[in-house]
T-cell receptor
Framework: DSGVTQTPKHLITATGQRVTLRCSPRSGDLSVYWYQQSLDQGLQFLIQ???????AKGNILERFSAQQFPDLHSELNLSSLELGDSALYFC????????????FGAGTRLSVL | AQSVTQLDSQVPVFEEAPVELRCNYS??????LFWYVQYPNQGLQLLLKYLSGSTLVKGINGFEAEFNKSQTSFHLRKPSVHISDTAEYFC????????????FGKGTMLLVSP
């Protein structure tokens, strides 16, 4: 158990809909990262938050957004969903910014039908 | 920007045989290197890391990796594999910066058969 909790484990929804994925980092970790894993793109970094502020952006679509709350949990919002958004979404956390040892949650599997 | 190449998408091996999973990286700055393992239907688990110091690093489950700066490689090895090592293995790199995020390779599926 990495200590990173993601909910829900599975999500099935329809095209055009909006969903929210939730992540609770390990106790004491200030940094949260979101990744998308798909068969064609592999594991891709989406966005990072550090102590409530956006820190880095990767290949995140404009239809996607995220935030980190004062209690350090994070949410990834995906809207206007398309079939191609079906993927495994991982959250990871690390204590700080240096050395960057990230611990991953079990992921949320999103299926868009 | 950095990139990671895992040369083999699949590596079949018999139980108790040695294995090497290859990883090469490209970066214009110094890097940290990681190997993660993903068992079927599970998340990513940190196997080992190279941050500094000795270029030979030991991880969990009997795995080790060697950082070779001149060849920009970080190959993963195990002298004797078990059926339970069947999983996907990802090599990843991050840079020395406050914005350090992980760049992953495409992964290598290790298939251990009896």
């Amino acid at each position: 158990d990495s200590g990173v909790t993601q909910t829900p484990k599975h999500l099935i929804t329809a095209t055009g809909q909006r969903v929210t994925l939730r992540c609770s980092p390990r106790s004491g970790d200030l940094s949260v990262y979101w990744y998308q894993q798909s068969l064609d793109q592999g594991l891709q970094f989406l966005i990072q938050y550090y102590n409530g502020e956006e820190r880095a952006k990767g290949n995140i679509l404009e239809r996607f957004s995220a935030q980190q709350f004062p209690d350090l949990h994070s949410e990834l919002n995906l809207s206007s969903l398309e079939l191609g958004d079906s993927a495994l979404y991982f959250c990871a956390s690390s204590a700080g910014l240096e050395k960057n040892i990230q611990y991953f949650g079990a992921g949320t599997r999103l299926s868009v039908l | 920007a950095q990139s990671v190449t895992q040369l083999d998408s699949q590596v079949p091996v018999f139980e108790e045989a040695p294995v090497e999973l290859r990883c090469n990286y490209s970066s214009s700055v110094s890097v940290y290197l990681f190997w993660y393992v993903q068992y079927p239907n599970q998340g990513l688990q940190l196997l080992l890391k190279y941050l500094s110091g000795s270029t030979l690093v030991k991880g969990i489950n009997g795995f080790e990796a060697e950082f070779n700066k001149s060849q920009t490689s970080f190959h993963l090895r195990k002298p004797s594999v078990h059926i339970s090592d069947t999983a996907e293995y990802f090599c990843a790199v991050s840079t020395f910066s406050g914005y350090s995020t992980l760049t992953f390779g495409k992964g290598t599926m290790l298939l251990v058969s009896p």
